[in-house]
C-alpha cells in the first residue's frame, strides 16, 4: 500500500470516529500503531523483493558479461589448441610421407643391391671361368710348344 493511500484511510478512520463521537481509548491507539506497522512491514518486504529482483538483475548483467567475455576467452583457447592440432596433423602427415618415401627408397635400394650382387656374382663366376680357360690355353700353349720345340731339334 502507497503512503498516500495509507494517509488517506486514516484520515477515513479519524473523521469517523469523531462523526461516531466515541471516546479515542488506547486499545484504538494500540491498533492504530499495529495498522502502521503492518502497513510499513508490507512496505519494507516490497522493497525487500524489489531490491532482491535488481540485484539478480545486475548479477544477470555481470554474469552476461562474464559469460560473454569467457566464451570469447574459451573460443580464443580453441583456435589456438584447434591451430596446433591441424600444426602436428600436417607436420605428422609431412613425416608419415617422408617415412613412406623412404621406405620406398630403401626398397629400391635393396632390389638395387640384390641386381648388383647377382651380377657381380654372375661376373665373378665368368671371371673364374675365363681364367680357368686362359689356364687351359696357356697349357695346351706351352703343351704345343714344348711338342714343336721337341720336334725341331730332329731335323
Given at each position: 500500500?502507497?503512503e ?6 486514516r ?14 481509548t ?5 491498533l492504530?500503531?499495529l ?11 516490497g ?7 535488481k540485484?539478480?538483475a545486475?548479477?544477470?548483467?555481470r ?5 560473454s ?5 574459451m573460443?580464443a583457447?580453441?583456435?589456438s589448441?584447434?591451430?596446433?592440432v ?8 609431412r613425416?608419415d610421407?617422408?617415412?613412406e618415401?623412404?621406405?620406398a ?16 656374382i ?11 680357360g686362359?689356364?687351359?690355353i ?5 703343351a704345343?710348344?714344348?711338342a714343336s ?7
Amino acid at each position: 500500500m502507497s503512503e498516500a493511500a495509507f494517509v488517506r484511510q486514516r484520515q477515513r478512520e479519524v473523521s469517523e470516529r469523531a462523526a461516531g463521537s466515541v471516546p479515542y481509548t488506547a486499545k484504538d491507539f494500540q491498533l492504530e500503531v499495529l495498522d502502521r506497522l503492518e502497513e510499513m512491514q508490507s512496505f519494507a518486504e516490497g522493497l525487500q523483493i524489489t531490491w532482491e529482483k535488481k540485484l539478480d538483475a545486475v548479477k544477470e548483467q555481470r554474469l552476461l558479461k562474464f559469460d560473454s567475455r569467457t566464451l570469447i576467452a574459451m573460443a580464443a583457447v580453441a583456435l589456438s589448441i584447434s591451430g596446433y592440432v591441424i600444426q602436428d596433423a600436417r607436420n605428422t602427415s609431412r613425416q608419415d610421407a617422408e617415412i613412406e618415401a623412404t621406405k620406398a627408397r630403401v626398397v629400391r635400394l635393396e632390389q638395387i643391391a640384390t641386381t648388383n650382387t647377382e651380377a657381380r656374382i654372375r661376373t665373378e663366376v665368368q671371371l673364374g671361368e675365363l681364367r680357368d680357360g686362359q689356364n687351359e690355353i696357356k697349357a695346351l700353349i706351352q703343351a704345343h710348344d714344348t711338342a714343336s720345340r721337341k720336334d725341331e731339334p730332329k731335323r
